[in-house]
């Protein structure tokens, strides 16, 4: 059997991992904000009761995990503990650490590397420097999508853009390597090993429409050459069918580091999508690259998103995030407005904060439930062919991301997109 497998984004959802926000969020201060990626500061207590909410909904249809438990078990590894102690330091520049942390349990070890260990004040230049951690913490750790993709039963693990993510990538790369639930068929791309200043790729901007469709947001998270390395690495999978990208142009503004901010599907013929860049008047360049079963690569560009999919047999009907409103369209991306994250075909979780999005999707055929009362047993889900369920966001919502972003989807069944 195996352990990892996506061929796609709304296919019944068989193992997911997330990671419920901890003390880590609290060591951000109005000024420091910025430097670890987020808008404002956060309410830990908001955040963890709403993101519970979504862990309610998730352990109701699927098999749930918590990153910061397998990273525990393989630090039962004396030699994984090690492997793993010697490459966090070595990218941290703090070999000086490494006796201390080798010293940890794994739970503590664990424990210190999400929480961040506080730098010992016993050299002046310690005492002086403004710098508080000798190890950071990981307050972005919650958003999971990024440090890694599940795509057919291999993985591509984050080459992140900004180096206060590098320990997440560091945790995703050791789980996918050693943990007896997530070994996969291999790696696409390593974005510990591959990855430098000119090629990074994060989840966020990766969207597995089919099994051999891809949509890729060109972002300040993503770059063009760690996209070219993917079209190489798929020249070899490609055999009988041709493999299609589409790689998205996105501006390098606040509300759209990724892909899934401006668009998701959340059915095999519907999609959510922010008007003004993928339908509208300022909808972003869409570069077509198609590799031939021959190994030819052609490089082509499309007039939209949505145009170039029906090419290639996937017709969405698009969902308007914040309905037609423009000024209620800007305000609901920004609240990220367009990140569902589909568990099954037509069912998706959301920020219920969105309201003007729900009712779009109301209007489009699904019926829309408050996280309440799914977790308290009051709505069935299985009553539903389409349901769309809010969770609490405006807190979470200020972290910079939506559902879809606190979700690393590992294993789905499989699915006929184009059926």
């Not at 830990?44 to 525990?72: F, M, N, Q, S």
């Not at 490494?98 to 424990?111: F, G, I, N």
């Not at 730098?119 to 307050?139: C, I």
């Not at 969105?354 to 996280?371: S, W």
Request: charged share 30%; glycine share 8%.
């Amino acid at each position: 059997m195996q352990n990892v497998r996506v061929c796609s984004e709304v296919g019944v959802l068989e193992k997911v991992v997330i990671h419920s926000p901890g003390k880590e969020i609290e060591v951000m201060t109005p000024e420091t904000a910025n430097e670890v990626l987020y808008n404002d500061i956060l309410t830990l207590p908001v955040v963890a009761e709403d993101h519970k909410g979504l862990k309610g909904v998730l352990k109701k249809v699927t098999r749930v995990y918590e990153l910061k438990d397998l990273l525990k078990d393989v630090l039962k590894d004396e030699e994984v503990k090690r492997d793993f102690v010697i490459t966090i330091t070595a990218l941290e520049r703090r070999a000086d650490l490494s006796d201390y942390l080798m010293s940890l349990t794994p739970d503590e070890l664990a424990d210190a590397v999400v929480y961040g260990v506080k730098e010992k004040k016993d050299t002046l230049e310690k005492f002086l420097s403004n710098k508080n951690y000798a190890l950071p913490p990981l307050p972005n750790l919650y958003f999971t999508r990024d440090i890694s993709v599940v795509f057919r039963d291999k993985v591509i693990t984050g080459s992140m853009a900004n180096k206060v993510r590098i320990g997440e990538a560091v945790i995703a790369r050791f789980i996918y390597r050693h943990h007896p639930e997530f070994k996969s068929e291999g790696f696409i791309f390593d974005g510990i090993l591959e990855g430098n200043e000119r090629v990074t790729i994060e989840g966020g901007d990766f969207l597995v429409i089919d099994k051999d469709i891809v949509a890729i947001g060109v972002s300040e998270r993503t770059t063009p050459s760690s996209i070219d390395i993917f079209v190489d690495r798929m020249k070899r999978e490609v055999k009988e069918e041709d493999f299609h990208i589409f790689a998205v142009v996105l501006p390098k503004e606040r509300s759209t580091i990724h892909l899934d901010m401006v668009f998701t599907m959340v059915d095999k013929n519907k999609c959510v999508c922010h008007y003004p860049y993928i339908l509208g008047k300022e909808r972003l360049r869409v570069i077509h690259i198609t590799i031939m079963a021959s190994g030819e690569v052609k490089i082509k560009e499309e007039e939209s998103l949505l145009k170039g999919l029906k090419k290639v047999g996937v017709d969405l009907n698009p969902v308007i995030c914040g309905g037609s409103d423009p000024v209620n369209q800007k305000r609901e991306q920004w609240l990220s407005g367009t990140n569902f994250f589909a568990f099954a075909p037509g069912k998706i979780i959301g920020y219920a904060c969105n309201y003007h999005t729900f009712k779009e999707l109301e209007k489009a055929g699904f019926k829309t439930v408050h996280v309440k009362d799914v977790v308290n047993g009051k709505v069935d889900i299985d009553n539903y062919r389409k349901i769309a369920i809010g969770i609490e966001g405006a807190e979470l919502a200020r972290g910079g991301g939506g559902v879809r972003c606190m979700t690393m989807p590992v294993k789905r069944k499989p699915i006929n997109i184009r059926g």
